[in-house]
C-alpha cells in the first residue's frame, strides 16, 4: 500500500505544479499576444500538458470515488467544505485589498468562477452523490449506463464547441468524466488497458494528443498563418476550453500511464502532497499580489527576453508554494480546531444521520 499510495501522492504533486504556470500565462495574455511576441514559441509547448493534468486531476478523484471499498463520510464532505469556505474568505479579502476601487462583483466571477477554483464546486456536488452514481454505475444494465455516459459526453462536446464556462457546464463535464472512469472500472477488461503492449499505447497515444494540441496552437501563432489576430484568438479559445476533448483523453491516459509506476515510500512526498489543494486554490491570489506591486512588469511578459520571463515564472511558482505552506500552517493550527467543533455538531444532527443511513443502505446494495 505505501508504495500505491505515494505513487498516487507524487502524481498529485507533478499535476498540481502544471495549473499555476498555465493560469500565470493565460491571466497574463500571453497566449493571446500577437504573433510577434518575443516568448511565443517557448510559451506554446506549456499549453498542452496542462490541460491533460487537469484532466488526469478528475480521473483520479473519479477513480478512487467510483472504488466499491471506498466509503462514504459526511465528515470528510463537512471538512472540505469548511476548508474551501476560509481559503474563499481570505482570497477575496486579499483581493479586496489588492483592487479596492473595482466591484468584487468583477473578481469574483473572474477569479473563484472562471479561475481555477471552478473546479471546486463541482467537485463537492461530487463529494456529496457519488454513492448514488456508483449505485447506478454497478447496478444499472451496460446499455443504460453507455446511454448515460454517452449523453453526457454529446453535452461535453457541446459545452467545448460554445466554450461557454457555466457552473452547469463545469457539472456536465464532472458527470461524463466520472461516469467513463465508471465504464472503465465495471468492464475491467477494456483492452486499452489490458492489452498486450497496452502501456506503449497508452504512452503512443498520449504523446499525440498533447503534441497535436501543441502544433495547432503554434501553427494559430505563426506570423504568417493568413489568420487575423481575432479569428485567430477566437479559434484558440475553441482550442483551449477548459472543456477540452485533447485534455478529456491525454489526462485519462496520463493517469493510467503514471497509476502502475512503481515509487518507493517516502515521506516527504507525503508531506508536500497534502498542501497540494492550498496551491491549486491560493495561486491567484499570489498572482494578484504580484500585479498589485507591478512584479517585473507583468502585462509585458510576452514581450520580456526569455531567460527574463522563465526567471520571473520560477519567481512565481516559488511564492505559491511558500504562500500555499503559509497557510496549511495557518489553517491547521488555528482554523481547523475551530471548524471542528461545528462539523461534529453537524454529524450528529438528524439530517447527517439519515443520509449516512441512506448511503450505508446503498453501500450493501
Known sequence: MQNKSTNFELLRIILT????????LLYNGIFYADNSANNIYSIIPFTGIPFSCLFAFITMSAYFLTQKKYHWNIKKVYSFIALTLSLWLFKTIVIHSCFPGEKMNYYVDT?????????????????????????FIYTSSSKKLYLATSIC?????????????IF???CIMFLFMYLLIGCI????????????????LQIGIYIFFVVLLTMLSIYLKLPNNGIGLELENMIYQRLHTRYNLFGLISGILLFYIAKDIKVPYIPSIHRVSKMTLFIFLLHETVMC?????????????????TAEFF?????????CILGAAMMYKVYYTWI?????KLIDRLCQTNFSKKLETIYEKLEEK
Open 311 to 319: 526567471g520571473l515564472l520560477l519567481i512565481y511558482m516559488i511564492f
Open 336 to 340: 481547523d480546531p475551530l471548524w471542528n
Open 153 to 165: 459526453g454529446v453535452l461535453f462536446l457541446i459545452a467545448g464547441i460554445t466554450n461557454k464556462t
Open 289 to 305: 499580489i504580484f500585479w498589485t506591486f507591478e512584479i517585473k512588469s507583468c502585462e509585458f511578459l510576452a514581450y520580456l527576453p
Open 111 to 135: 477569479f473563484f468562477l472562471k479561475g481555477a477554483w471552478w473546479y471546486v464546486y463541482p467537485y463537492i456536488l461530487l463529494m456529496i452523490f457519488y454513492p448514488l452514481l456508483n449505485h
Open 17 to 24: 505544479l502544471f495549473i499555476p504556470v498555465y493560469h500565470w
Open 185 to 200: 472500472q465495471r468492464n475491467s477488461e477494456c483492452p486499452i488497458f489490458h492489452m498486450k503492449h497496452a502501456k506503449k
Open 168 to 170: 452547469i457546464n463545469d
